[in-house]
């Protein structure tokens, strides 16, 4: 049985990997290291607890010596690397915090790699030769857009916050480990994911969540930034398919092809909170005026923008639907429903 060692999948992408990926392969064994921080969350992993395959180590992905032994305890054969500090609001406060993770615990990750998998650059261990390192990145790295146009996997690099330019840092590192050491390296670059096990914090759900208990819902500046929007069981399909798939060295860009602006986002979650659980028949609304709102929109609420908000991202995922055939199965308002009624579970504990 092959092991892989995944990183970060407590978090919200990688908990809905572990489950897909331990499903559809029975062959293999996955390692989960994670440090657990506040995006962090066993719960996101309960229905793979106690399957035999699965191996949920505490840590660091910084602590060489941990890492270490990780690749000798259980011959590690490939990582698929998801672990990384990712809100851009927090990156502003604690810029530090990204780097050392983002790009100095990748290089712990990539190094260790290296050094139990190869015999010298170009050149593999016997038995190793197929190990692959995949490196899970973002959009943001390449910036912002104007109104026209899409990014490429050979956009420019242009991170315009300590979050984009801690993960540009990390894909750098990963592509010198290939040009320089001949790894079998692939990076993925995904546009904004949302769907089940999100945390709190990102947008839909604080959207979902603040509109179900009669609070302002919080929209910055003019509410008109423009994201990309995939949902994350299709992210999972995609890092499945360049993991197995992709050509060694390459960088494959994942995007829904569905681009709304965050006030659409917010007008289309209250309008399915309307016609699914409707202010009218939720007991978890709470609104301190006199004069309860009959729509969810009426709590939207524009605030002061972020400083360096990107405008616009925009992946053209063409490379990865040409070369490896993946297609996204949902666009965004078949995803968002499924997404509303997740939350709706965990929040109210309501099936609709």
């Known amino acids: 049985m092959k092991t892989i060692l995944v990183t970060g999948c407590a978090g919200f992408i990688g908990s809905n990997f572990v489950p897909y990926f331990l499903e559809k392969y029975p062959e293999y064994r996955l390692v989960n ?31 060489r010596e941990l890492v270490e032994y990780i690749f000798d305890a259980y011959d590690v054969r490939g990582v698929i690397h998801f672990a990384a500090e990712s809100h851009v609001d927090n990156s502003i406060k604690n810029p530090g915090i990204f780097v050392e993770t983002n790009v100095n615990g990748t290089f712990t990750l990539l190094d260790v790699a290296y050094k139990r998998w190869m015999e ?39 991170p315009n916050s300590p979050y984009s330019a801690s993960k540009a840092g990390s894909d750098m590192v990963v592509r ?32 979902i969540r603040n509109a179900i208990h009669g609070n302002p819902i919080p929209i910055y500046g003019d509410g008109k930034n423009i994201r990309d929007w995939l949902y994350v069981l299709d992210h999972c399909k995609g890092i499945d398919l360049a993991y197995h ?3 060694a060295g390459e960088t494959y860009n994942i995007g829904g092809r569905n681009e709304r602006n965050n006030l659409y986002i917010a007008n289309k979650i209250c309008e399915i909170l309307d016609d699914i659980y409707p202010v009218e028949n939720n007991p978890s609304f709470r609104y301190e005026s006199d004069e309860r709102p009959s729509s969810y929109k009426e709590l939207i609420t524009f605030v002061e923008d972020r400083p360096g908000h990107d405008r616009r991202y925009a992946i053209d995922a063409t490379k990865i639907e040409n ?30």
């Open 120 to 158: 010298k650059p170009f050149v593999h261990k016997k038995g190793y030769e197929t190990c692959r390192f995949h490196h899970i990145s973002t959009d943001e790295v390449y910036g912002t857009l104007g109104e026209e146009g899409l990014f490429t996997e050979e956009t420019p690099y242009a």
């Open 323 to 352: 070369e490896l055939g993946w297609r996204a199965d949902e666009n965004f308002e078949t995803g968002i429903v499924k997404t509303i009624r997740w939350y709706l579970k965990k929040y109210e504990g309501k099936e609709v």
């Open 176 to 207: 010198s480990y290939r040009h320089t050491y001949g790894m079998n390296t692939v990076i993925t670059n995904c546009s904004n994911n949302y769907g089940p096990k999100q945390h709190d914090e990102k947008l839909i759900p604080t959207i």
């Open 245 to 247: 798939e992709g050509r």
């Open 33 to 63: 290291l994670d440090l657990l921080t506040y995006a962090g969350n066993l719960e996101n992993l309960r229905e793979v607890e106690n399957d035999p395959r699965y191996t949920f180590v505490h840590g660091n992905i910084c602590n």
